[in-house]
């Protein structure tokens, strides 16, 4: 049998959102440097410097925990706009190389260069050659993982980290993947483990080793994907156009808020973000939504569907607003807004008998005043940046506080 060829890649960007914040400020550089919310605020930490890790501080750690791990941390504050740019650099890059890019987040994709090698090369060249366009470009470092599936590659990409590179051929599989844990095989969490451990299996060989059947009649169909896994096998294509469900944002707030026009304002901030969000990929949506945690962690979620879809800021806020008028009044501790029911922009949008379309709440001329304005902050903002042109409502919020070492 053939094996199977090395055209699978995962690239991980280490450190991703620290790094960023390091690379602009130097002085940063060494320092246990974490992105996120301030201990006072109830905040998360959303990126963690390597060394910041060497003290147990991780990424979805409460601030205020990393804290007591790390008393000299450096904590800055996030600058969504700026990791969203270099995401977008990073894309980029990867698109050069091949159409077949799947990503999973900001700072991670999977590739398939199946096709490429007569222009590029093979699987560990290309990798080998994003690894420094990126460094190249971005003077960020990233992981990249080579291997014959995604399930693989990903696993590649984590071993060596930070600044890997690791290939496993098709005939160390085994070798690498028995004496892992069965919390290394995606799909298997602390639950899942416990449950295998019960039954005397700790390690992927182990499971690897178990009846699919016995696994399958234990664990249903998680079960027959898990020993899939176990045996290195892993069927799943890289998908460039994987169906996005929904796109939503939400925060916690430092203080319990009260103020009406306070939250409306976060909620306008939120449905222009992520109207920003859905115009960049393509797409629209017609049902919006609300999520409301009070003070006391009672939460209230409430949806309303538009009659045709919308990717237009004031449109969605039009509707998140409404829905925040039917929340009972208290002190709010966490907002968000979510938009799904997701479709192309390009989906032809249905007009009336007499030709005239009905797509959005407000006349025809103002939907489509709205659509050129927006089209023109759009060109801007690609040009020279996301916090170029602001709603004037939003302008106190367009500069960033400097990072601080906590006490």
């Known amino acids: 049998m053939t094996p199977a060829p090395l055209t699978i890649l995962h690239v991980d960007m280490d450190e991703f959102f620290a790094a960023v914040e390091v690379r602009d400020n130097p002085r940063l550089q060494g320092l246990p440097v974490c992105v996120g919310g301030g201990a006072h605020q109830r905040g998360v930490i959303a990126s963690a410097s390597y060394a910041a890790r060497k003290f147990g501080v991780r990424s979805a750690m409460p601030t205020a925990k990393a804290l007591v791990l790390c008393p000299d941390l450096v904590l800055v504050p996030p600058s969504f706009e700026r990791y969203t740019r270099e995401s977008r650099t990073v894309m980029e890059i990867f698109r050069s190389f091949t159409p077949l890019v799947e990503p999973l987040s900001l700072d991670e994709a999977f590739l398939d260069v199946a096709g490429c090698e007569r222009l590029f090369g093979d699987g560990i060249q290309i990798g080998r050659a994003i690894k420094q366009e990126i460094l190249r ?62 039954l005397g299996v700790r390690t992927v060989g182990e499971l690897a080793a178990r009846p699919r059947d016995e696994v399958l009649a234990r664990f249903g169909a998680s079960g027959a994907w898990i020993h899939e896994l176990a045996n290195g096998v892993d069927p799943r294509r890289v998908n460039p156009r994987r169906e996005e469900k929904s796109y939503s944002i939400e925060r916690t707030f430092g203080n319990d808020v009260t103020n009406r026009e306070a939250l409306l304002l976060k909620l306008f901030e939120f449905c222009e973000e992520l109207g920003e969000r859905l115009r960049d990929r393509g797409l629209r949506g017609r049902t919006i939504s609300i999520k409301a945690r009070y003070g006391n962690f009672q939460t209230l979620t409430r949806s309303f569907t538009l009659d045709f879809a919308t990717n237009l800021g004031p449109r969605i806020y039009s509707a998140a607003r409404g829905l925040l008028a039917r929340t009972p009044p208290g002190p709010l501790r966490l907002l968000g807004v979510q938009v799904s029911s997701l479709e192309d922009v390009r989906t032809p949008l249905q007009g009336d008998l007499f030709g005239v379309e009905l797509a959005r709440p407000g006349t025809e001329a103002d939907t489509q005043r709205l659509e050129r304005a927006t089209a023109s902050v759009d060109k801007l903002r690609k040009k020279f940046g996301p916090g170029t042109v602001k709603p004037a409502s939003l302008l106190a919020s367009a500069s960033a506080p400097r990072p601080t070492r906590l006490p």
């Open 137 to 198: 470009r971005t003077g960020l470092v990233a992981s990249v993982g080579v291997a014959p599936t995604k399930f693989l590659a990903k696993l590649a990409s984590d071993l060596d980290k930070p600044d890997g590179f690791r290939v496993i051929q098709p005939e160390e599989v085994r070798a690498l993947l028995d004496p892992m844990p069965v919390s290394a095989i995606f799909g298997v969490g602390p639950r899942t483990a416990k449950r295998l451990e019960a």
